[in-house]
């Protein structure tokens, strides 16, 4: 079965550092999301991508936050200079319609920022 | 309650027994997915509900939607150790691309 791929599993960065955490959608699908989920909490929506652009963001996908798809395979998400608060599981999830119909999540990077 | 909040938190049954979850939301709704995760790992889509839908089921998985009462169920019949995981409601509205998550109940199944 087709599988949304995202990597790193694991990511530990300094406070102030960047990362970018990477994801490979399934290969037929348009619409691509970004979400977290702090530990003990909700998932929540960070952005949503597509025909190359965000169609909508949440109000925690301020400035230090940037997505891209660079090749038409990858989608990738960047935090610019990290807070503590960053740390959480990043998922990643792509669909073949609107992703109100149903999404296909990847396992998540764990994003740990000391 | 804040949209997209399930109880109860926790649940433990024996295998073999049914599992029954809610979910409650505040506003309205376009659809309702039930999502599972295990733990540490992402999170599997199992069933959608419209909201002119009143039920549907899905092998074991039997989903009701009361948009009256804002609130949803996911029943598991005949639960097996397999089945152990988080289980999350979440809800899209008016013309969001965006889910909105529950806070999740954590179902464990004992053998």
């Known amino acids: 079965e087709p599988e949304v791929t995202q990597t790193p599993s694991h990511q530990v960065t300094q406070m102030g550092q960047e990362v970018i955490l990477r994801c490979v959608p399934i290969?037929?699908?348009?619409?691509f999301y970004w979400y977290r989920q702090i530990l003990g909490q909700k998932v929540e929506f960070l952005v949503s991508?597509?025909?190359?652009?965000?169609?909508?963001k949440s109000e925690i996908f301020d400035d230090q936050f940037s997505v891209e798809r660079p090749d038409g395979s990858n989608f990738t998400l960047k935090i610019r200079s990290t807070k503590l608060e960053d740390s959480a599981m990043y998922f990643c999830?792509?669909?073949?319609?609107?992703?109100?119909?149903?999404?296909?999540f990847g396992s998540g990077t764990r994003l740990t920022v000391v | 309650s804040q949209q997209g909040e399930e109880d109860p938190q926790a649940l433990s049954i024996q295998e073999g027994e049914n599992a029954t979850m809610n979910c409650s939301y505040k506003?309205?709704?376009?659809?309702l997915q039930w999502y599972r995760q295990n733990s540490g790992r992402g999170l599997v889509h199992l069933i959608l509900?419209?909201?002119?839908?009143r039920e549907k089921h899905s092998g074991r998985l039997r989903v009701t939607l009361d948009t009256s009462k804002k609130s949803s169920s996911l029943l598991i019949t005949a639960s097996r150790a397999a089945d152990t995981a988080s289980y999350f409601c979440?809800?899209?509205?008016?013309?969001?691309?965006?889910?909105?998550f529950g806070t999740g109940t954590r179902l464990t199944i004992i053998p």
């Open positions: 999830a792509s669909s073949v319609l609107s992703g109100r119909r149903g999404y296909t």
């Open positions: 290969s037929n699908h348009l619409y």
């Open positions: 991508f597509y025909n190359n652009e965000i169609s909508e």
């Open positions: 506003t309205s709704i376009n659809n």
């Open positions: 509900i419209r909201s002119n839908e």
């Open positions: 979440a809800t899209d509205a008016g013309g969001n691309e965006k889910l909105t």
